[in-house]
């Protein structure tokens, strides 16, 4: 009988609550949203890395937002790997900002995670929408499940009534611009990327198969990019972790690296 | 006998004048000698001895009239006389035959009237008078210049006339004749297409005066007129085109009218504006919406009392070619820029941005590309692969991204090839990108620093120059005043490469003042470097008048910005096949000039071609002409062609190469009777006075044209001739010192003096 996988299960059973616990916003990590660079932001550097803060269902032990998950330390692990890999001139820090904050249109940039919780604001909503159409991208990241996207949906239906989402075809240089990525993974959050080296599930909930999905513009633009059943922001926080798969924060970089060319040259 | 003598006619002594050769140093030698001869008399006089002062006095004053008769000899006596010549000299008269002779003046007269009673060969006053002391030889100019046996050949309906080339005519027709002189009689009023100096000279040279005579009002009492219309001759389809449309008045100050300006019938601007006293310039953009060879028709209201309403429209000719402009963007690090400049031209069919950005060390990415092979390699190596491009756009590169090679490429690409370039501004850029001593700086309309300054990051709210009200990259509303308006409302930008002077001869566009008194920051200048444009515009996000919260999501001045800099800087690139045309509209049976140049593929010049020029007529007709080599062009060919129909044409030059065809978009030509001849149709009193006066000749309205005849006559190869006569010679001088002589020896001999 081989003992291997039940056992495996077991450990990550037992460290199951200690793991919960590092993934989820701990106090410590869950700093006060940066006030971001002096204005006019974006002077300094060429590029910051700019997470939105927005309304949402918040943790019932947790004082912060379901936006600050993995905030800020895969921020700044992300903006390591980009200063490092690539040429881009990278504010090295964290930069929180809430959609309707009026410099939110200078980083054309944005990152947002767990929108399976987010109950946009009307003037939310229509910020996001102005700063989709003006030319900002919006890169989402970290939600899972049939009901997480229902959720997104919905506050997307927003934003953008009647704009449809698609899948990115594998061809579209978003997969090419940078790293060549020949093909979509799930990226485990840490907890299942820990158990998947023995054989566990990287999915959560009835989130199986990891997706890239966007919403284009009239002119064929990518808008929004949807990581949906995936985790990038975990892979970059827990990537100095040595049980954390380095295939899983390999590709977890190379795309989010993508997604900033990408971001900066389209 | 008289004329025995004195060896010319009485009446030469009775009209003449007497003077002398001598120089004036050897005339004053005269007293001297006088002095001499007095003494010497003086001393005669007074000798003593066996003769009486009778005969002492006597023979003093025989001998003092023999040496007043030899020293009247010595001081080379001339008599100067104006004498007629028994060949008529020989006058040629240029009759201005255009249509603007049949313009009438306040008292209902024509021009042409002063010449049909003048030169009118039964009774023309003044053929008369000329015809008693000159061969008279009559030339019409207009639309050519020919000889003619009288003013019946002339009908005043030609097209454009020109001077310079009636002058040069006349002029050789009457070559070996005793040429008194050539007298114009025109209303002045087109300037000639080919300067008048070569030909001024040349008259002056061969001592041929040029007479004058003006017809016409030197300046109307109540007109208002379309002077001239400026274009570009080609731009690329969607282009703002900056009009300049000069209008001229008189009488009607402050009068409101509206200038309308229509393409094909179809109206494309219509204004009302204020007319000012003389002159007034005013610059229309216009938006080019149909691409091919446009006529463009300026028009203003015409009032009733008006001299002439003929001149109150104008047409214009361009050519909106529909060919996609190619520009290289090169980043050296991944910036928004990029992002947006391509999103702002992503809707415009007629620009294509093609960006090739340095991601990592080593690592490039290539967006926009036509091709898997463009810029495969990285920046162009090869003048084919950089020169298909039409403007470079350097961003952020530090200096030591391109070789020494490549750099003096670009130089290449800007000033041969005509390319444009555009750099901007970054942290890599100019000073803070190791340009200063570069080849680059070079070519830069700005002075950069010689210290680069790697802190300096600043926010700049940038000004307008008042050389940006007009200039059509820069207008980013309707019109200038709505433009310059928008401009002091946009949101500060950041500057990273403090440059503070231009270049001589750069024009500064837009500025940032520091604290009012310093010189301001450079944010966008310009010059011309050998055939293409540069363009410094160092400022880094410039994509923050798209993405600023207080820009409204509906503005355009991103866009609108982008594209028209872009196009303003590339559009005027020359093409492999060329042509120009010396103008848009001509009289029938003008000369037009055809000069076409032709390029190889690296767009060097290509020296045996067999280019032609194909002229087509509305009704299909088509004139093929071959162009020959221009002799001091290289690259370049030329033709002249004229055109006897009045219509509208489209020209085009065509290259057979390798089999194949290749054409230059079409031009378009237009042909009139009248040509310009209403316009500027005032008599051009400075034009005639200038021919007059560089030619030793005289200017005369009508009423004084009694001096005309005289002014001629006085001329050495006139009817009358000054002649300088010699007296010293005449048989008389020889006489009477003969007899003065004689008679003193009988005398001696008579009285017995020694």
Request: proline share 6%.
């Amino acid at each position: 009988m081989n003992y291997a996988k039940p056992f495996a299960l077991l450990l990550i059973a037992c460290l199951l609550p200690a793991l919960s616990a590092a993934q989820s916003p701990r106090q410590e990590d869950r700093a006060q949203p940066a006030s971001g660079p002096e204005a006019p932001p974006g002077n300094s550097h060429e590029f910051y890395f700019t997470r939105g803060i927005y309304s949402g269902e918040f943790d019932d032990y947790d004082e912060g937002g379901r936006w600050a998950i993995d905030y800020p330390k895969a921020d700044h692990q992300f903006l390591v790997a980009l200063k490092r890999l690539s040429v881009v001139d990278a504010y090295g820090s964290d930069n929180a900002i809430e959609l309707t904050d009026p410099r939110l249109r200078q980083f054309p940039l944005l990152y947002t995670v767990e929108v399976g919780s987010m109950s946009l604001t009307e003037a939310e909503a229509l910020a996001l929408r102005n700063y989709l159409l003006a030319g900002g991208l919006l890169v989402i990241d970290d939600f899972w499940g049939s009901w997480a996207w229902d959720q997104f949906l919905t506050q997307m239906q927003l934003v953008f009534p009647d704009r449809a989402i698609v899948e990115v075809p594998p061809d579209h240089p978003v997969f090419n611009v940078f790293y060549n990525i020949d093909r979509v993974i799930q990226v485990p959050n840490v907890r299942q990327g820990w158990g998947a080296q023995y054989g566990g599930p990287t999915h959560e909930y009835d989130g199986i198969v990891p997706h890239v999905r966007g919403i284009f513009d009239d002119d064929g633009r990518l808008m929004v990019l949807i990581n949906w059943n995936t985790d990038l922001g975990d892979a970059w926080e827990w990537a100095d972790h040595p049980e954390y798969p380095l295939k899983f924060s390999t590709y977890a970089f190379e795309i989010g690296i993508n997604f900033v060319i990408y971001g900066m040259t389209h | 006998m008289f004329e025995f003598l004195f060896k010319y006619p009485v009446e030469y002594f009775a009209e003449g004048k007497l003077i002398t050769a001598l120089p004036w140093w050897q005339l004053a030698l005269l007293p001297a000698s006088l002095a001499v001869l007095a003494f010497v008399v003086l001393g005669y006089f007074r000798l003593q001895g066996r003769t009486r002062s009778r005969d002492r006095m006597t023979i003093s004053l025989l001998r003092g009239m023999s040496l007043s008769v030899i020293i009247f000899s010595l001081s080379q006596p001339l008599l100067e006389v104006t004498t007629q010549m028994q060949q008529p000299g020989v006058v040629g008269i240029l009759l201005d035959n255009s249509i603007s002779m049949q313009l009438k003046g306040p008292d209902q007269n024509a021009r042409s009237d002063f010449i049909r009673q003048q030169f009118d060969a039964e009774s023309g006053d003044l053929l008369r008078d000329l015809q008693q002391d000159f061969d008279v030889r009559l030339f019409k100019f207009g639309a050519e210049t020919k000889a003619i046996p009288d003013i019946a050949a002339l009908d005043f309906n030609d097209g454009d006339s020109d001077l310079t080339r009636a002058l040069d005519f006349a002029q050789a027709s009457l070559q070996g004749e005793p040429l008194a002189g050539l007298v114009v009689i025109s209303d002045g009023a087109v300037q000639p297409d080919e300067p008048l100096d070569a030909s001024l000279l040349s008259l002056k040279s061969a001592g041929i005066p040029v007479y004058s005579i003006g017809l016409g009002e030197s300046r109307y009492t109540r007109d208002i007129e379309i002077s001239r219309v400026k274009l570009p001759d080609a731009v690329v389809n969607g282009s703002r085109v900056m009009a300049d449309v000069s209008i001229k008045q008189h009488g009607y100050d402050d009068l409101q009218v509206e200038l309308t300006i229509e393409d094909d019938s179809q109206i494309l601007h219509r204004q009302q504006l204020r007319l000012k006293p003389g002159m007034q310039s005013i610059r229309i953009p216009l938006a080019t919406e149909e691409s091919g060879a446009r006529q463009l028709e300026f028009r203003l209201t015409t009032m009733a009392d008006e001299a002439i309403a003929g001149n109150n429209s104008q047409q214009a000719m361009l050519t909106v070619d529909d060919r996609k402009i190619r520009i290289l963007y090169y980043e050296g690090e991944p910036r928004f820029e990029l992002k947006f400049v391509r999103r702002a031209v992503a809707d415009d069919d007629n620009l294509g941005v093609t960006g090739l950005i340095r991601t990592a060390d080593a690592k490039y990415y290539r967006v926009g590309i036509e091709s898997s092979e463009e810029l495969r390699n990285g920046f162009p190596i090869t003048r084919d692969e950089l020169f298909s491009y039409d403007a470079i756009i350097l961003g952020s590169v530090e200096n030591s991204l391109l070789s020494r090679e490549q750099q003096d490429m670009i130089v290449e690409f800007v000033s041969e090839r005509g390319g444009g370039l555009l750099m901007l501004g970054g942290r890599h850029a100019f000073t803070e990108g190791g340009y200063r001593d570069s080849a680059l700086h070079g070519i830069s309309p700005v002075v950069m620093p010689v210290q680069a300054e790697p802190e300096f990051n600043r926010p700049i709210k940038i000004r307008p120059t008042d050389a940006a009200w007009v200039h059509p990259a820069l207008m980013i509303a309707d019109n200038s005043e709505k433009s310059i308006a928008r401009w002091l409302t946009l949101p500060p930008l950041t500057m990273v490469n403090p440059i503070r002077r231009v270049k001589p001869g750069a024009t500064l566009l837009l500025s940032s003042p520091v604290n009012g008194q310093e010189d301001p920051y450079v944010a966008m200048a310009w010059h011309r470097y050998g055939r293409g444009k540069v363009i410094a515009f160092p400022v880094q996000n410039s994509w923050l008048w798209q993405m600023h919260h207080e820009i409204d999501l509906e503005d355009q001045t991103h866009e609108l910005l982008w594209r028209q800099m872009l196009r303003w800087l590339a559009e005027s690139v020359p093409q492999r096949l060329s042509l120009d045309l010396s103008a848009g509209k001509i009289h029938v049976g003008g000369v037009i000039k055809l000069r076409s140049e032709v390029l190889r593929s690296d767009f060097s010049e290509q020296h045996a071609a067999r280019p032609r020029a194909v002229l087509t007529a509305s009704d299909g007709g088509e004139q093929t002409i071959r162009l020959q080599p221009h002799p001091s062009q290289p690259g370049a060919y030329a033709a002249e062609l004229s055109v006897d129909e009045p219509g509208d044409y489209l020209v085009h030059v065509e290259l057979e190469e390798a089999g194949q065809v290749h054409r230059s978009a079409d031009t378009r030509l237009l042909v009139t009777r009248e040509g310009n001849e209403y316009f500027n149709s005032e008599m051009n009193e400075k034009l005639l006075r200038r021919i007059a006066d560089e030619s030793n000749g005289s200017f005369f309205r009508p009423q004084g044209m009694g001096k005309l005849v005289n002014a001629l006559d006085s001329n050495p190869r006139g009817s009358r001739t000054l002649l300088r006569l010699e007296l010293w010679d005449m048989p008389v001088v020889f006489l009477l010192l003969v007899t003065l002589l004689g008679a003193e020896w009988w005398y001696r001999r008579w009285r017995g003096v020694a």
